[in-house]
């Protein structure tokens, strides 16, 4: 069996038991964590056994990205400059169309690859962009590729409906597929890729729809996470259906949220329902101020998600230091204006944020016995920084290090289920320049062919 020692390093373990470790080892045997300590002697194992020197390096447990659709990898910063709006418009009813199977395919391989680079080791991929069971099978086999640990969020595509077809919030998630996929590639619910739903919501669907969507998930024992705001709910009493219904609880995950009244968002949060933030692009597109305090406030901590690379960078570094700064940037105004002053203290510790993107992701996946913290038994999913970077010396505080100083440059290493996936700030994958031509190729034939559609119009 594979064994790997990690050897005095910081160790941040998101693990209350365990703590923190200034200098710490941690032991990797197969695809799990198997002792964290400050020292660690193998004795007779040493020679066995791989080592890896930590000085100067703080090991975190893996990042969890909670909402991205990667099948926009290709189209990086084309939507920079759109409101939500220009967004429903030009992507869903115009790039998207555009898409065939090979685009999905590619835009998902090398957006997870590019997870990994930064260090994240579970994407959530809210794929919406499936027309065809080829383009669904296209992302399925590009994240699997990729290496990384995902769960598959099986999604529906949004066009303008042509003459006689049903507007898409009317359209019921497909069953047959969902069960085909069940069946197939995503069969095992521990494996390195797994399956959710990615509905539409009773802010996106009829109620009818919703209903069956919502059953089901629960029938199929699936996570549904929708998109929740944007522009006018398509079902107003939708929500109170639903909850009266007994549908609404753990295993539903609300992405964005920032429109929600206080008293839905009460009674969600002792539903049980989790929720994902993706701080930069709500800010950017025009969705409001993030939901992150309001939740804080109730005693519930969100996840974190990158949402958009067409629009943003796809660093969850950079994700958990903007949502950390968005709330208390919002809790000074607000101590402002209530007392003239700014607070006593931060309102948020650095250590929340990590807590977002690390062991909350996990507990949205139902996963947080398997991944989230470098724990005794939990799989070998883990991030090594480089604290001698120039940008990040010296450190006094490791976590402060990590969630305000941290980007891809210093991510000097990835292992995902034990196995090493980025070393010495070398992604460990063959033909990536191959992979970023036909990356470029795919991007350039989606803005071309959209074009051309544009002015034949």
Same mark, same amino acid.
């Given at each position: 069996m594979?064994?790997?020692?990690?050897?005095?390093?910081?160790?941040?373990?998101?693990?209350?038991?365990?703590?923190?470790?200034?200098?710490?080892?941690?032991?990797?045997?197969?695809?799990?964590?198997?002792?964290?300590? &400050?020292?660690?002697?193998?004795?007779?194992?040493?020679a066995?056994?791989?080592?890896?020197?930590?000085?100067?390096?703080?090991?975190?447990?893996?990042l969890?990205?909670?909402?991205m659709?990667?099948?926009?990898?290709?189209?990086?910063?084309?939507?920079?400059?759109?409101?939500?709006?220009?967004?429903?418009?030009?992507?869903?009813?115009?790039?998207?169309?555009?898409?065939?199977?090979?685009?999905?395919?590619?835009?998902?391989?090398? *957006?997870?690859?590019?997870?990994?680079?930064? *260090?994240?080791?579970?994407?959530?991929?809210?794929?919406?962009?499936?027309?065809?069971?080829?383009h669904?099978?296209?992302?399925?086999?590009?994240?699997?590729?990729?290496?990384?640990?995902?769960?598959?969020?099986?999604?529906?595509?949004?066009p303008?409906?042509?003459?006689?077809?049903?507007?898409?919030?009317?359209?019921?998630?497909?069953?047959?597929?969902?069960?085909?996929?069940?069946?197939?590639?995503?069969?095992?619910?521990?494996?390195?890729?797994?399956?959710?739903?990615?509905?539409l919501?009773?802010?996106?669907?009829?109620?009818?729809?919703?209903?069956?969507?919502?059953?089901?998930?629960?029938?199929?024992?699936?996570?549904?996470?929708?998109?929740?705001?944007?522009?006018?709910?398509?079902?107003?009493?939708?929500?109170?259906?639903?909850?009266?219904?007994?549908?609404?609880?753990?295993?539903?995950?609300?992405?964005?949220?920032?429109?929600?009244?206080?008293?839905?968002?009460?009674?969600?949060?002792?539903?049980?329902?989790?929720?994902?933030?993706?701080?930069?692009?709500?800010?950017?597109?025009?969705?409001?101020?993030?939901?992150? *305090?309001?939740?804080?406030?109730?005693?519930?901590?969100?996840?974190?998600?990158?949402?958009?690379?067409?629009?943003?960078?796809?660093?969850?570094?950079?994700?958990?230091?903007?949502?950390?700064?968005?709330?208390?940037?919002?809790?000074?105004?607000?101590?402002?204006?209530?007392?003239?002053?700014?607070?006593?203290?931060?309102?948020?510790?650095?250590?929340?944020?990590?807590?977002?993107?690390?062991?909350?992701?996990?507990?949205?996946?139902?996963?947080?016995?398997?991944?989230?913290?470098?724990?005794?038994?939990?799989?070998?999913?883990?991030?090594?920084?480089?604290?001698?970077?120039?940008?990040?010396? &010296?450190?006094?505080?490791?976590?402060?290090?990590?969630?305000m100083?941290?980007?891809?440059?210093?991510?000097?290493?990835?292992?995902?289920?034990?196995?090493?996936?980025?070393?010495?700030?070398?992604?460990?994958?063959?033909?990536?320049?191959?992979k970023?031509?036909?990356?470029?190729?795919?991007?350039?034939?989606?803005?071309?062919?959209?074009?051309?559609?544009?002015?034949?119009?």
């Open positions: 594979r064994r790997t020692l990690i050897k005095s390093a910081t160790i941040i373990s998101m693990d209350d038991t365990i703590g923190d470790l200034r200098i710490g080892d941690v032991l990797v045997e197969g695809k799990r964590i198997v002792e964290v300590r &400050p020292s660690i002697d193998l004795g007779d194992g040493a066995k056994t791989e080592i890896v020197d930590g000085k100067g390096r703080i090991v975190i447990p893996g969890i990205n909670a909402h659709h990667t099948w926009q990898t290709g189209l990086r910063g084309y939507a920079a400059n759109w409101t939500l709006l220009e967004y429903f418009r030009r992507m869903h009813a115009g790039l998207a169309t555009v898409f065939r199977p090979e685009d999905i395919h590619i835009a998902t391989l090398v *957006g997870a690859l590019n997870q990994i680079n930064c *260090g994240t080791t579970t994407l959530v991929d809210w794929c919406h962009n499936n027309p065809t069971p080829g669904t099978d296209a992302a399925v086999r590009g994240l699997i590729e990729s290496g990384i640990r995902a769960a598959f969020f099986h999604g529906s595509p949004k303008e409906p042509r003459p006689g077809e049903p507007h898409f919030s009317e359209v019921p998630h497909p069953r047959r597929e969902v069960e085909r996929l069940l069946a197939g590639p995503l069969a095992d619910p521990d494996g390195l890729v797994t399956l959710g739903l990615a509905i919501g009773p802010h996106y669907s009829t109620l009818d729809v919703a209903m069956h969507d919502f059953r089901m998930a629960r029938e199929l024992k699936l996570i549904a996470s929708m998109h929740q705001g944007g522009g006018p709910a398509k079902t107003s009493d939708g929500w109170e259906k639903l909850i009266e219904a007994g549908l609404v609880g753990k295993g539903i995950n609300i992405v964005h949220g920032n429109d929600l009244p206080d008293d839905l968002l009460d009674r969600m949060i002792n539903l049980g329902v989790s929720f994902s933030v993706t701080p930069e692009n709500e800010m950017i597109q025009g969705h409001g101020f993030p939901i992150t *305090g309001r939740l804080l406030k109730r005693g519930v901590r969100p996840t974190i998600g990158i949402d958009l690379e067409s629009v943003l960078a796809g660093d969850l570094f950079s994700a958990a230091r903007v949502a950390l700064s968005m709330q208390r940037s919002l809790d000074n105004a607000e101590s402002r204006k209530a007392g003239g002053t700014i607070p006593p203290t931060t309102t948020i510790p650095v250590r929340e944020a990590l807590r977002w993107i690390t062991m909350e992701g996990a507990r949205m996946l139902g996963r947080e016995t398997q991944i989230g913290s470098l724990t005794p038994g939990k799989l070998a999913d883990l991030v090594i920084i480089s604290a001698s970077d120039l940008n990040l010396v &010296p450190v006094h505080d490791p976590v402060a290090t990590v969630v100083q941290t980007s891809l440059a210093n991510v000097e290493a990835v292992m995902i289920g034990g196995a090493w996936k980025k070393r010495d700030g070398r992604l460990l994958v063959e033909g990536l320049e191959a970023k031509e036909l990356l470029a190729q795919s991007g350039r034939r989606l803005v071309q062919d959209i074009e051309r559609q544009g002015r034949a119009a």
